[in-house]
């Protein structure tokens, strides 16, 4: 086989791919789990890094991981490097990681700072905003300097969270939307003047898909999360509907004290399978924050609040983000593909910019839960990949009391491939 027969059979086949993820996404039931395909195929997965990946918008990180000209960080998207940076004016920038001479990666470090980008490889170097600044004189006289910038990706922020898009076109829809939303819920924290505590990085042996759908239930929160269950109540909000009475009066006591201090709760949601939600749901009565014991994780409160008793304002982006805010640090997790069978699941935690480590915070203490919760949702995911990759699976139905949650979002997820694909 040549190497144009190789190009065409390989053209062929994720032409088939798109098409039988097509067919597959318009036969199944609604509230039913997906087609074994969807989770273990390389071809099917590479549909979903075209279609969603490289066409959706994606939650990243936080500016204040970056609050300096030439302060960055780098993220990997299904093998496609991207760099986030703030330049001199204070605009935050996304550009492929990716250098305009032979490719190389211009960033290789996780995390840092420059006065420019300097590619390793061969010095190519460029500003922040991805000008080409210097190519050297081996490029020759009828080299076009000005055309040789970084690639952009589209970027935008709102309250403190960064997102990209790798598309030729930012996707439609109501985004922007969402972004105004999330800018009002997220004033009382005060982004700009927080800093990461602490990160994790862990490694999961299960599709992406499975690791959002096991984020959107708590059906198995009960047999699995001791840690978790300390202080979070495990409904979506008041209209949840497991919620009992009592949860309801707690809700209304909580919700008073938000509304004497000007803190925004009432749940929020935006999109196909309320793909952008925001919602502020009360902790475990004389809880304050989701640490062990539910008292507080830092010595300094967030911005402007001064109710220790927060609860959880909880923020969810699909395809790969769920986060909560509480009153004295926040946490935000990030869901990336790697391959049909492997993700990599991104938890940061962010306090006051001023609190000292070992004086007002101890970051192992507030890792204790979410880490404990990350490593039972690890091995409940990739025992779930097991039972799938089996010849004995056949999708199973949803239960619309406790797992709506993946209803919403298996919702979202078929509604945008489709489009994505008739696009095409």
């Known amino acids: 086989m040549n190497q144009n027969d190789l190009l065409n059979t390989t053209s062929a086949t994720i032409h088939e791919a798109r098409q039988e993820m097509a067919n597959l996404l318009e036969a199944r039931p609604a509230n039913y789990s997906l087609p074994q395909p969807l989770y273990n195929d390389p071809q099917m997965f590479r549909v979903d890094v075209e279609e969603v990946f490289q066409k959706e918008w994606l939650f990243v990180g936080m500016s204040s991981e970056i609050p300096a000209r030439g302060d960055y960080f780098t993220v990997e998207v299904a093998q496609n490097p991207v760099l986030v940076v703030r330049d001199a004016d204070g605009s935050i920038n996304a550009f492929h990681n990716t250098c305009r001479h032979r490719g190389s990666r211009v960033c290789t470090e996780h995390r840092g700072k420059v006065a420019n980008l300097v590619c390793p490889y061969h010095q190519w170097t460029y500003d922040l905003k991805g000008n080409l600044l210097f190519a050297g004189t081996e490029m020759g006289d009828s080299f076009e300097q000005q055309e040789h910038g970084l690639k952009k990706a589209h970027c935008k922020t709102a309250g403190g969270f960064v997102f990209v898009c790798l598309g030729k076109e930012e996707p439609e829809g109501d985004f922007d939307e969402f972004l105004t939303t999330l800018e009002e819920y997220m004033e009382p924290y005060d982004v700009e003047n927080t800093k990461l505590a602490v990160e994790s990085n862990m490694y999961e042996k299960a599709n992406w898909k499975l690791v959002i759908e096991n984020n959107r239930e708590c059906y198995h929160c009960a047999g699995n999360h001791p840690e978790l269950l300390n202080t979070l ?86 395809p790969n983000s769920w986060n909560h805010m509480q009153s004295d640090h926040f946490i935000v997790f990030r869901v990336l593909p790697i391959s049909a069978q492997e993700s990599i699941v991104t938890t940061k935690w962010f306090v006051h910019k001023d609190a000292v480590e070992g004086v007002d915070y101890d970051p192992a203490r507030l890792r204790q839960v979410w880490d404990a919760t990350n490593e039972q949702d690890r091995i409940l995911g990739e025992e779930n990949q097991r039972g799938i990759n089996s010849i004995g699976y056949q999708p199973g139905p949803y239960s619309e009391s406790f797992e709506f949650g993946i209803v919403n979002f298996m919702e979202w997820y078929s509604e945008t491939v489709q489009q994505n694909l008739k696009k095409r």
């Open 233 to 318: 109540l495990e409904w979506d909000d008041t209209n949840d509907p497991r919620a009992s009475e009592e949860f309801k009066e707690h809700y209304a006591t909580q919700s008073a004290e938000w509304d004497a201090e000007g803190i925004p709760h009432e749940h929020q949601s935006f999109g196909p399978g309320l793909r952008n939600r925001i919602v502020r749901m009360p902790l475990k009565k004389g809880t304050k924050v989701m640490t062990l014991d539910g008292e507080a994780g830092c010595k300094k409160l967030l911005g402007r609040i001064k109710n220790p008793q927060m609860g959880s304002m909880r923020i969810l982006h699909l």
